[in-house]
């Protein structure tokens, strides 16, 4: 083993001769949220889908969050994620406690650049929600 003294691809190329800029979604962007809500007006079943938030081509998500409103919802799982990747952004094993948010991250699709504008998606899983609940998101992202 050796005491390693490293430096991060970003940084070295900010400090070559002539230096390299990285992207700004990397780099000194501007983190951003989108946040939303649903009011279910009818149960939502397993397998639902809620879009929610748009995002600019560019854009590296940070976290995708969700809270449901009311008490605990045995067995709800949840995935964010895209149309094409469901769970691009992570998927929760328990997102059951109500007014508790769940936070989804450490997940490929948070760490590279989205590819076109995206809309982001939350699906449900595990059980059925109740009518009358208020499901919220927050998208946090980083862009320009």
Same mark, same amino acid.
């Given at each position: 083993?050796?005491?390693?003294?490293?430096?991060?691809?970003?940084?070295?190329?900010?400090?070559?001769? $002539?230096? /390299?800029? $990285?992207?700004?979604?990397?780099?000194?962007?501007?983190?951003?949220?989108?946040?939303?809500?649903?009011?279910?007006?009818?149960?939502?079943?397993?397998?639902?889908?809620?879009?929610?938030?748009?995002? $600019?081509?560019? +854009?590296?998500?940070?976290?995708?969050?969700?809270?449901?409103?009311?008490?605990?919802?045995?067995?709800?799982?949840?995935?964010?994620?895209?149309?094409?990747?469901?769970?691009?952004?992570?998927? +929760?094993?328990?997102?059951?406690?109500?007014?508790?948010?769940?936070?989804?991250?450490?997940?490929?699709?948070? !760490?590279?650049?989205?590819?076109?504008?995206?809309? !982001? !998606?939350?699906?449900?899983?595990?059980?059925? /929600? $109740?009518?009358?609940?208020? !499901?919220?998101?927050?998208?946090?992202? /980083?862009?320009?």
């Amino acid at each position: 083993m050796a005491v390693l003294n490293l430096l991060g691809v970003n940084f070295t190329n900010l400090t070559a001769s $002539p230096p /390299v800029l $990285p992207p700004s979604a990397e780099y000194h962007g501007r983190k951003r949220t989108q946040s939303d809500k649903i009011v279910l007006a009818a149960q939502a079943d397993a397998g639902s889908t809620f879009k929610v938030a748009r995002l $600019p081509e560019g +854009a590296r998500v940070l976290s995708a969050s969700i809270l449901y409103s009311g008490a605990n919802i045995a067995s709800l799982t949840t995935k964010a994620g895209t149309a094409a990747d469901d769970d691009a952004f992570g998927a +929760a094993g328990a997102t059951a406690t109500g007014e508790v948010w769940v936070k989804f991250g450490n997940s490929v699709g948070i !760490i590279n650049a989205l590819t076109a504008e995206t809309d !982001i !998606i939350f699906t449900t899983a595990g059980a059925n /929600v $109740p009518s009358g609940r208020t !499901i919220f998101f927050d998208i946090e992202y /980083v862009t320009d």
